[in-house]
């Protein structure tokens, strides 16, 4: 073929260079973008199934789990139960009161009598007549040694010489 | 215009488009692929806490029904003081003591449960009284004792008056969501069930319906 353009109109080197740049930018470029896109597709399909994996998934455990509806509710009752339980149990109560008199009553000698025993949560008084002096030191002895009372007062100390010692001590719990 | 100047701006025109397409498709296609990972960790977490809760459902499939029914003795849904006197009095029958002078308070209501005071007298050695009163800490439903007062002279048997506290609270009203996670029992919550169950359930007697008589004609 023959080129009958003056050599004066052929383009300037540069400018070619510059469009064969831009050229092979813009084919480099679109080829690229079609890459990105058939990645991010792909990507988007995979998500997409393992989406509906995970629903159908969910389905099922749901199904399961409503098989068991009895056995849930059971379970959210005894939580619920459990959870007031617990704040009954940590009221005040005489039961430790009462555990450490059963205790202490245990040692005191049979000569003893127990008068009058008032019990409450955090302390109980004891009153009690003894006939004579070896006994009352024998009854103080076994409450001091006892270690379920953290102090023990006494109340009241008197003597009646057909009776005997009339005592009334204090003991609050540990 | 001379066919290099049109053939740049073609190609930067091309260049532009590209880049324009480029960008756009890449912030679309990044935001739903984005959202659909977002959907995906949300529903592994539900998905996980569902297994979770199937296998702890499955694992207590057995016996929590039955521990339900037992907790529910020492914690009933409605007032509690009849159920709790009938057994004290059945307590107090088995130590051969004397009751007298029963009493029930008014419903004391707390946070998340109701209490009733029930008093009463109860007269034998002061050694069994001191047992019998031990023994109501065993009785379900749960009791707490609050006051006792002995007093007994030489010549008499001693006689306590007990005041105890006896509660129930109310069911809960709904079931969380089924998607919720769930948790098993902790080591205290179990202590405290093995506690619970060992305590005397009150005996309940259940009547059966009688069968029919043959006598068709009630007036005959």
Same mark, same amino acid.
């Given at each position: ?28 470029? /679109? ?60 009221? %005040?109560?005489?039961?430790? /009161? ?34 004579? /002096? ?12 006892? %270690? ?14 057909? /009776? ?11 | ?20 397409? !480029?960008?756009?498709? *890449?912030?679309? !296609? ?14 592994? &977490? ?11 459902? !499955? ?15 020492? *914690? ?28 029930? !308070?008014?419903?004391?209501? &707390?946070?998340?449960?109701?209490? =009733? ?11 069994? =009284?001191?047992? #019998? ?56 919550? &179990? ?5 619970? *169950? ?20 009630? #007036?005959?």
């Amino acid at each position: 073929m023959i080129n009958l353009i003056p050599p004066d109109f052929s383009p300037n080197k540069k400018i070619l260079t510059i469009l064969n740049i831009l050229k092979k930018t813009v084919s480099s470029g /679109s080829i690229i973008l079609v890459v990105i896109l058939i990645g991010l597709s792909s990507f988007y399909v995979i998500n997409s199934f393992e989406l509906k994996n995970l629903e159908a998934k969910e389905k099922t455990l749901i199904e399961n789990i409503k098989s068991l509806g009895q056995t849930e509710q059971s379970f959210f009752l005894i939580r619920d139960r459990l959870s007031k339980i617990k704040m009954v149990l940590a009221e %005040d109560s005489t039961n430790k /009161s009462l555990e450490n008199l059963t205790l202490l009553l245990g040692v005191f000698p049979a000569a003893a009598t127990i008068n009058e025993v008032d019990i409450t949560a955090k302390k109980a008084d004891i009153s009690f007549t003894v006939s004579g /002096s070896s006994l009352l030191v024998q009854i103080f002895a076994s409450v001091v040694s006892s %270690d379920f009372y953290k102090n023990i007062y006494l109340k009241s100390f008197g003597y009646n010489p057909s /009776s005997g010692y009339a005592i009334t001590l204090e003991v609050v719990n540990n | 215009m001379p066919p290099a100047f049109k053939k740049f701006i073609y190609l930067a025109l091309s260049l532009s488009c590209l880049l324009f397409v !480029g960008v756009i498709t *890449l912030k679309i !296609g990044w935001a739903k692929i984005a959202k659909k990972r977002e959907e995906i960790a949300s529903l592994q &977490k539900t998905v996980k806490a569902l297994e979770q809760k199937e296998m702890i459902l !499955g694992e207590v499939a057995g016996g929590v029904v039955k521990q339900a029914g037992l907790l529910n003795n020492a *914690l009933p849904a409605k007032n509690s003081a009849l159920v709790t006197i009938s057994q004290v009095k059945k307590l107090a029958n088995e130590e051969f003591l004397v009751m007298d002078s029963l009493k029930a !308070g008014a419903e004391i209501k &707390k946070s998340s449960y109701s209490q =009733v005071n029930i008093s009463f007298d109860i007269e034998g050695e002061i050694l069994v =009284v001191l047992n #019998f009163l031990k023994k109501l800490q065993n009785i379900a439903p749960l009791t707490n004792l609050d006051k006792v007062k002995i007093s007994q002279s030489i010549t008499s048997l001693a006689k306590a008056s007990v005041t105890i506290k006896t509660y129930w609270a109310a069911y809960p009203v709904k079931l969380p969501p089924i998607t919720e996670p769930l948790k098993d029992f902790t080591a205290e919550e &179990k202590e405290t069930i093995v506690k619970i *169950l060992s305590l005397n359930p009150p005996e309940f007697v259940e009547l059966i319906p009688q069968e029919n008589s043959g006598r068709q004609n009630p #007036f005959e």
